[in-house]
């Protein structure tokens, strides 16, 4: 039996015999209420061209349809306008900003911006 405790899909350039230039995870799922979180990354070459966007609008219909998760996350660091660009783009809401929440490679302590996507169409999901 599969776990399905994570899924990762690479953004491929189909112009360039399918060089790999990116992904995106589908991480720390918990089946219990269920949700997720996304993260990904792209090739510096390809950033600023929509095509993170797009790769994350189609994780999150796949996640709410097949996976029938009831809300996704993605945390970026709040000075990465890219990756909130690519939340937003997506109809994420900011539910809030944590603060020093994430070390950086650096060792710089930074705040997070806390992103939220729920699946309206999920029967299982109840609101309290």
């Excluded at 189909?14 to 060089?19: I, P, R, V």
């Excluded at 993260?39 to 600023?48: L, R, S, V």
Aim: aromatic share 12%.
């Amino acid at each position: 039996m599969k776990k399905r405790e994570f899924y990762i899909y690479l953004i491929c350039d189909t112009q360039e015999n399918d060089k790999i230039i990116g992904a995106v995870f589908i991480k720390d799922i918990d089946w219990n209420i269920p949700k997720s979180e996304l993260g990904f990354f792209i090739d510096e070459a390809y950033q600023g061209k929509g095509i993170v966007s797009n790769a994350v609008s189609c994780i999150v219909k796949f996640c709410f349809e097949e996976l029938q998760l009831a809300k996704l996350i993605i945390r970026s660091a709040v000075n990465n306008t890219s990756s909130r660009k690519v939340a937003e783009n997506n109809h994420f809401l900011l539910e809030g900003i944590i603060r020093k929440d994430i070390k950086t490679y650096d060792g710089t302590i930074v705040d997070i911006a806390f992103y939220g996507l729920l699946n309206e169409t999920n029967k299982r999901y109840e609101q309290s």
